[in-house]
């Protein structure tokens, strides 16, 4: 291979102690292993990624990760070569072109190993079990699954002396090998009892460990290769808001750092929109990969920043990312939004560099998308973000969702495996935009959504969510049930949401517990505990109700509605109430009900005086402010 600028494709492998021989023959290679990023099923039949990499690489027969992949390894007595990447990395281009000028090393891998193609995005199952940071990932499994090596890549004589090394060894010693890969795995994934701790200590825990791990020049993490970490930065602008969790730690600076280090570097200013990251602290040499979930959700998190820190900076740029969304992305006759747009580098120095558009619409990430777009209309009140998220809404409610098998990852995707974050980010969406229109629809498919999620992935002994559903029993680390953090943080959101909106306690008590496997990883290592923590944070805080009263056809319904949905409190929940449809509820709740719709303002058993159409909010905004105060001096006291 050809050694590629400002990377050194290094081998990282992953050893057993049982293993003696393979020990012997391969400890020059070893290294530490990376860290695994938190991360859906491949329709049958070939996809035009699979087809895409098998073109690119002749001399290697490849094939999709299957069942019968891995029985033809057993019958052949063979090890499992798999790469893992993705359309629009442009390491990926890289790694094809060297296999494909390397026949040699395409020998070795074409002979003594079943080579497998898998596409990051449409299996994140197999990605967030056999992937490590950065894409392509190569991996070297035993015919059952379990890893021997994994590689982010290396040179041309690394790779053949590597993979030569591997079989010979592994031929000689099959028995041995896959008996101590076995044990191994089984007894690193042993599950271990929740732990018991009061959860309104977390979000402090977290935010003194993000101030001292915190680059103060620049912003965000290290001093090398710079990540955006959205979910570091919701958490920072929501707690600013709640001086109760700084015990003298202002979150402000570190956010507006990390927001103005980004824009100066990862924005692009051109044509609008976020470079995946930056080989740099000061952000300022980006890949130039552009990803739908990246750029949504750095898109919800600076128009929030715009409303909490009053900038009209981060405004903008919100908005020009809603723009280059709804340009580049937006697959208009569907109305969801397409996956990424490629850096178009590649490794072939004969081809063009060209912008590589990734078409499929992914449930997950539309549901970001959708999420991102309630944020612009509920920052700025203009009722063409709300039609584009509810655009992206209604396409994955009618093309991939199901009552009985939940909501697919993509059209066409096989629903014996099912993703938790393809439930949680279109159900989350559909509460929010619930709020924000009153349309039922949207509440039953997020009250829906939950249901499946706590028939599928819930874990009723140790709480909280698994990342995958499988219909049978799954090949390898994928039968490794893990609970990944961010959606559970998400789930905790949902389920909060659905507390307020459909008014059962049994949602709130589930989002708490939802919390509790992930408090030792918090205590552990409070500063990548940003999303519980938030999650926590979010349930220790007042909560204000804006209950909108009446028929939602009388005129003032739409009136309130706006208003509360665009009120400036990161705390309130919009709770839309018909007077015909949810009487039992008003009944339960006592409010004074007529053809004239009103708004109630409740937060913890008080109430504020009701408002009518053409009524102003200011009342309500003054005493919410003056709480804000109490809270804040009660804050800095401590």
């Keep these: 291979m050809r050694d590629i600028p400002a990377k050194r494709w290094k081998a990282t492998l992953f050893f057993l102690p049982a293993v003696a021989v393979f020990l012997a023959a391969c400890a020059h290679h070893a290294a530490a292993p990376a860290a695994t990023p938190s991360a859906m099923p491949a329709a049958g039949g070939q996809t035009p990624a699979f087809v895409a990499h098998k073109n690119a690489n002749p001399h290697i027969n490849w094939v999709q990760w299957s069942d019968s992949a891995f029985a033809r390894a057993r019958t052949e007595n063979k090890l499992v070569f798999i790469e893992i990447s993705s359309r629009w990395s442009a390491w990926h281009e890289q790694l094809d072109y060297s296999l494909s000028s390397d026949p040699a090393a395409a020998g070795i891998i074409e002979k003594d190993y079943i080579p497998v193609y898998v596409d990051a995005d449409r299996r994140p199952d197999i990605y967030a079990r056999y992937g490590r940071r950065g894409l392509p990932s190569l991996s070297v499994l035993n015919p059952d699954g379990y890893v021997l090596a994994v590689a982010s890549a290396m040179t041309e004589p690394e790779l053949k002396n590597l993979l030569g090394t591997l079989a010979r060894n592994y031929v000689k010693n099959k028995a041995a090998i896959d008996e101590a890969l076995k044990s191994s795995f089984a007894a690193q994934h042993r599950g271990k009892p929740p732990e018991s701790y009061p959860i309104t200590k977390l979000p402090s825990i977290s935010l003194s460990a993000i101030a001292g791990v915190w680059d103060n020049s620049y912003g965000g993490i290290g001093n090398g290769k710079k990540f955006p970490m959205p979910d570091m930065l919701d958490f920072l602008t929501y707690v600013s808001a709640h001086p109760e969790f700084w015990k003298g730690t202002d979150p402000a600076p570190l956010a507006r750092a990390v927001l103005d280090g980004m824009a100066a570097g990862l924005y692009d200013g051109s044509e609008g929109g976020f470079y995946r990251y930056s080989d740099t602290p000061d952000w300022k040499s980006p890949h130039k990969e552009k990803l739908l979930g990246l750029n949504s959700e750095l898109m919800s998190a600076y128009l929030a920043a715009s409303r909490q820190y009053k900038n009209k900076r981060y405004l903008e740029i919100g908005e020009s990312c809603a723009r280059f969304l709804d340009k580049y992305l937006l697959d208009a006759k ?69 009552e009985k098998t939940g909501v697919l990852h993509y059209k066409g995707a096989d629903g014996s495996i099912l993703a938790l974050s393809d439930q949680v980010m279109p159900g989350l969406a559909a509460a929010q935009a619930y709020e924000a229109t009153a349309d039922k629809k949207y509440l039953d498919f997020a009250v829906k959504v939950a249901g499946i999620c706590e028939k599928k992935f819930y874990d009723p002994r140790g709480f909280g969510y698994y990342g995958f559903w499988y219909a049978s029993r799954p090949i390898g680390l994928l039968g490794n049930k893990k609970k990944p953090q961010d959606e559970n943080a998400r789930m905790c959101e949902l389920l909060l949401a659905l507390h307020y909106l459909t008014g059962r306690d049994g949602y709130e008590s589930r989002a708490r517990e939802t919390l509790l496997p992930f408090i030792p990883a918090i205590r552990k290592y409070p500063a990548w505990s940003a999303p519980a923590a938030l999650a ?70 008080a109430c504020f005086p009701p408002v009518r159409p053409g009524e102003s909010m200011e009342k309500i905004r003054a005493l919410l402010l003056k709480r804000s105060r109490e809270a804040r001096q009660e804050g800095h006291g401590r």
């Design 334 to 402: 569907a109305g969801a939004f397409m996956n990424s747009r490629s850096a178009g580098q590649g490794g072939n120095p004969d081809s063009k560099a060209r912008m590589n558009t990734d078409r499929t619409l992914f449930a997950d990430v539309n549901g970001e998308a959708a999420l991102a777009f309630l944020e612009a209309y509920r920052t700025t009140g203009d009722s063409k973000y709300l039609k584009t998220a509810t655009g992206a809404l209604d396409y994955i409610i009618n093309n991939l969702y199901n």
């Design 536 to 605: 926590a944070a979010r349930i220790c805080s007042r909560t204000y109700e804006f209950f909108v009263t009446g028929r939602e056809s009388a005129p003032g319904f739409s009136e309130l509605l706006r208003k509360s949905y665009m009120f400036k409190c990161p705390d309130r929940v919009v709770v839309p109430l018909d007077i015909m449809i949810d009487r039992r509820r008003l009944d339960h709740l006592g409010y004074e009900t007529g053809k004239t719709p009103i708004l109630y303002v409740c937060s913890e058993n």
